[in-house]
């Protein structure tokens, strides 16, 4: 599966780049994340609930970043198990680009599902997965946002 999107958020680019490396911002952005933890500046562990039609699972994992170029741009890669509904692993590169006192986020990205969750159909799991990532993303520009107003 492969998908790619962009959001425009009305912050400055190292406002967004630090947001985008806070555990705390990111545990509240992304769609049944029951924890986040930070194991080092590269890495994270996670515990994600997720439900694809009729399946319910919790997937542990790990997130690292790799090609860091700050605040420009890093490529994020997740592997979890979610024991008997199977695994899920990809990446997205993220881009931020400064556009006047506003930053363009592109991202593309691409996953993998194995074991119960690959067996619902590629049709069914590539629109989850797309509204999957527009969701964090929608999230993460009104957090970012909702932080620039408070100060």
């Not at 985008?20 to 080092?40: A, K, V, Y």
């Not at 069914?124 to 797309?130: G, M, P």
């Not at 509204?131 to 009104?142: H, V």
Request: hydrophobic letters at 45%; glycine letters at 10%.
């Amino acid at each position: 599966m492969d998908f790619s999107g962009e959001e425009r958020i009305a912050a400055p680019r190292d406002v967004v780049w630090t947001a985008l490396n806070d555990p705390e911002i990111m545990r509240g952005c992304i769609p049944g994340c029951q924890s986040i933890e930070r194991l080092s500046l590269s890495a994270f562990e996670a515990t994600i609930k997720v439900k694809v039609s009729l399946l319910s699972a919790t997937f542990h994992g790990l997130l690292t970043l790799s090609n860091v170029d700050a605040p420009k741009s890093y490529t994020l890669s997740a592997e979890g198990k979610g024991g008997l509904a199977g695994f899920a692993r990809g990446s997205a590169d993220i881009v931020l680009e400064e556009w006047g006192v506003e930053t363009i986020l592109r991202y593309r990205s691409k996953a993998e599902l194995g074991g119960r969750l690959a067996q619902f159909g590629a049709r069914l799991l590539d629109s989850t997965s797309q509204k999957l990532a527009e969701g964090f993303f929608s999230d993460f520009n009104a957090a970012v946002v909702a932080k620039m107003a408070a100060g």
